[in-house]
């Protein structure tokens, strides 16, 4: 059982483009991540969710949306994309203790 | 604002021997402080967590300690082996929020184990 997954692992499009990355997690977990590792592997925190409420927005474009239809979902749309928007995006769970769960990644490349 | 430093990008070690890694912190004082592993193309894996009122913590070969008054978690692998290759990260519970609402993570290490 996978415990906290996201699609698609790749992801390749066109700047303009819209896009959306899914996240979910089987943990029973109350919050729930979006990460942001760019080229040179820095881990960067993009939002927070806790029982489906914005918790943390670090500055992050408007362009980027998150979405919380019920606590073991988030997911991540994107406007308009451009060319720094390419990164592995991590999505992570993580329950009272701290401890953070991670999917697999979403490689996106924007050309 | 609160700013973690892990001071080596890369160690490079011989096989057997003990691998020490470092992670610094200002501005701010954790409740807790995590260490974890990412190997290529992987998502980041939990190693161990330890908590301010604690001053070390170990898990088979690995060892943690974190000193408050010098701001600095040191990382120990014992009997290092070329399995253990991988990028070690930092991460503490962010400030202004509650603890399970922010993890924040350093720059990490690239440890390698040469045989």
């Known amino acids: ?111 | 604002s609160q700013k973690i430093e892990q001071n080596s990008e890369a160690l490079n070690i011989q096989e057997g021997k003990t691998a020490t890694l470092t992670c610094n912190y200002t501005n701010y004082s954790p409740a807790y402080l995590q260490w974890y592993r990412q190997d290529p193309g992987r998502g980041p894996v939990f190693l161990l967590l330890i908590r301010e009122n604690e001053k070390e913590k170990r898990k088979e070969r690995l060892k943690v300690t974190f000193d408050t008054t010098l701001k600095q978690s040191l990382f120990h692998i014992t009997a290092s082996q070329p399995a253990d290759s991988a990028t070690y990260l930092c991460a503490l519970d962010g400030p202004g929020y509650s603890s399970a609402s922010k993890i924040i993570f350093g720059s990490g290490t690239r440890l390698s184990i040469r045989p």
């Open chain 1, 1 to 111: 059982d996978t415990a906290v997954s996201q699609t698609p692992k790749y992801l390749v499009t066109q700047m303009g483009n819209d896009k959306s990355i899914k996240c979910e997690q089987n943990l029973g977990h109350d919050t729930m991540y979006w990460y942001k590792q760019d080229s040179k592997k820095f881990l960067k925190i993009m939002f927070s969710y806790n029982n489906k409420e914005l918790i943390i927005n670090e500055t992050v474009p408007n362009r980027f949306s998150p979405k919380s239809p019920d606590k073991a979902h988030l997911n991540l749309h994107i406007n308009s994309l451009e060319l720094g928007d390419s990164a592995v995006y991590f999505c992570a769970s993580s329950q009272k203790t701290a401890e953070a769960f991670f999917g697999q990644g979403t490689r996106l490349t924007v050309v």
